[in-house]
């Protein structure tokens, strides 16, 4: 039978071998052991990350040497702050204006007020999330509206994370920004993992917010791991060291029906595996190698049952 041609663009971010969100994990990886190891299993796409250089013609040429092109950047934000809210504009436009000069056409926006683990403003201590006020509510839209005309202004759309261990984390939070949010302007990043965490199903996500989705992060949970982290309230941190994320085909949730929709959808932006666990326990490139063979086998599948 002849093969058929994954039609998605498949991308992978560096966070498998080396972790942002927690120092000293994968530090002894180098920018061109990733990058070559990611074109190696077929990847066409990456995310900034630590380890990448910030100077873009040093990055676009270090991409461009292995074939990879720079998909977007997490961009962690204050806007529900009201007194912070130009000094945090003007700091994402740098990075708005640093995507564009990198070549892409998204900017992925976190609001980080209240986390547990990303305000800057709250004590290292402190392990609970501290919600927004409705008044902090109506400055994150504020601020998102703006930085979504910043976008615009560069040719770009701006597509919301919402992130385990945030604000924007509940399947009620997300619901709240996608309703105060103007359609027009804040896209929405459709992550499984981070939706069945936050208490949504990931398929019926889809479905609700379709129009509304222009960037998509794979990953799969363990279903014993998300048990544990609810029953003993473990922190997003110490989740993600137990093994909570894994690669697509490896956890519990069932991407049949997600890439039915995609393929139903036309959807043609990005789709970055994004799964992140501990490199010294789950090595990075035989995990990187399973979601890419998962994908390309589950894609070949449902195309192949749409021509019969």
């Known amino acids: 039978m002849e093969k058929t041609v994954n039609p998605f663009r498949i991308g992978i971010a560096p966070i498998s071998w080396v972790n942002d969100d927690i120092p000293g994990l994968g530090d002894h990886y180098t920018q061109d052991q990733v990058l070559s190891e990611m074109a190696e299993l077929g990847y ?15 990055l676009r040429a270090k ?28 700091t994402f436009r740098s990075w708005a204006e640093y995507l564009h000069d990198m070549g892409c056409k998204y900017a992925i926006v976190c609001e980080m007020g209240g986390s547990m683990h990303w305000d800057p ?28 005309h910043i976008c615009q202004e560069l040719g770009m759309k701006l597509v919301y994370h919402f992130h385990a261990g945030t ?7 997300i619901d709240r920004l996608m309703e105060l949010t103007d359609p027009n302007l804040v896209h929405l990043l459709y992550d499984t993992g981070h939706a069945l965490y936050g208490g949504y ?33 473990l922190d997003f941190r110490t989740a993600v060291l137990r093994g909570m994320f894994t690669v697509p085909g490896d956890g519990c949730i069932d991407f049949v029906p997600i890439f039915a929709k995609l393929i139903e959808m036309d959807y043609n932006g990005w789709i970055i595996v994004e799964a992140e666990q501990d ?3 789950a090595h990075p490139y035989t995990y990187a190698k399973m979601a890419k063979e998962y994908i390309d086998r589950l894609v070949h599948h449902l195309l192949a049952a749409q021509k019969r």
């Open 167 to 173: 604000v924007v984390e509940t399947a009620e939070e």
């Open 279 to 281: 490199p010294a326990v």
């Open 44 to 58: 066409v796409a990456t995310e900034m990350g630590r380890l990448f250089s910030q100077d873009p013609p040093s």
């Open 63 to 90: 991409l461009n040497q292995y074939g990879i092109e720079l998909a977007s950047k997490f961009i962690g934000v204050l806007f529900s702050d009201r007194s912070r809210l130009e000094e945090e504009l003007e």
């Open 121 to 148: 403003r709250r004590a290292p201590e402190e392990k609970t999330i501290q919600r927004l006020t409705d008044s902090e509510w109506e400055s994150l839209v504020d601020g998102l509206h703006r930085a979504a």
């Open 201 to 233: 199903d990931p398929v019926e996500l889809l479905h609700r917010y379709a129009d509304r989705i222009q960037y998509v992060h794979l990953k799969d949970v363990r279903r014993d791991v998300l048990e544990l982290v609810r029953r003993e309230q």
